[in-house]
T-cell receptor
Framework: RKEVEQDPGPFNVPEGATVAFNCTYSNSASQSFFWYRQDCRKEPKLLMSVYSSGNEDGRFTAQLNRASQYISLLIRDSKLSDSATYLC?????????????FGTGTRLTIIP | EPEVTQTPSHQVTQMGQEVILRCVPISNHLYFYWYRQILGQKVEFLVSFYNNEISEKSEIFDDQFSVERPDGSNFTLKIRSTKLEDSAMYFCASAPTGPSEAFFGQGTRLTVV
């Protein structure tokens, strides 16, 4: 089983629509969780951290379900500038050493 | 805003040659990382570096690879005897206290021909 699994998409949605991404992770020792955004041939950039209580940043809402090992991202009122690949990322600790483990990413294209 | 800087942005090298990818982390950061991303694939962890030594490395990071912090500011990744399959984007990242706060550089695109 992949450490971090995402639907690769692509998701093609009209501007203004709401889109949801899901992600599952396999390592129950995972400590912290993130959504990153990656534009074509650019570096990953942190979009938001994900907490069990859920967190919201403007049009973006992230949610973590530790029991199901499931992470979600909701984008409301999508904009053309939201077109990117969204990476589900998990911080896994191994004998005190931490590293980020990335999913393959979900490609999103917002259509005018 | 402080940023992680990587040079060069693009490196083309012949198979079998050695390359050094350079990174200048954010100045007060203590943790340093290299990741790579083969075109069309996921970002993969290579190595983490703290207190002037490797703290963890992946299976990818074999004897062909080495890292160094030669002068307290630069953080380099050396790839010896490059292979075609080493072609990828290589991202450097630094963090003050751990990967949860990592900042990524813009990457070096390595093309092995």
């Amino acid at each position: 089983r992949k450490e971090v699994e995402q639907d690769p998409g692509p998701f093609n949605v009209p501007e203004g629509a709401t889109v949801a991404f899901n992600c599952t992770y396999s390592n129950s020792a995972s400590q912290s969780f993130f959504w990153y955004r990656q534009d074509c041939r650019k570096e990953p950039k942190l979009l938001m951290s994900v907490y069990s209580s859920g967190n919201e940043d403007g049009r973006f809402t992230a949610q973590l379900n530790r029991a199901s090992q499931y992470i979600s991202l909701l984008i409301r009122d999508s904009k053309l500038s939201d077109s990117a690949t969204y990476l589900c990322v998990v911080n896994v600790a191994n004998f005190g050493n931490e590293k980020l483990t990335f999913g393959t990413g979900t490609r999103l294209t917002i259509i005018p | 805003e402080p940023e992680v800087t990587q040079t060069p942005s693009h490196q083309v090298t012949q198979m079998g040659q050695e390359v050094i990818l350079r990174c200048v982390p954010i100045s007060n950061h203590l943790y340093f990382y290299w990741y790579r991303q083969i075109l069309g694939q996921k970002v993969e962890f290579l190595v983490s570096f703290y207190n002037n030594e490797i703290s963890e490395k992946s299976e990818i990071f074999d004897d062909q690879f080495s890292v160094e912090r030669p002068d307290g500011s630069n953080f380099t990744l050396k790839i010896r005897s490059t292979k075609l399959e080493d072609s990828a984007m290589y991202f450097c990242a630094s963090a003050p206290t751990g990967p949860s706060e990592a900042f990524f550089g813009q990457g070096t695109r390595l093309t092995v021909v």
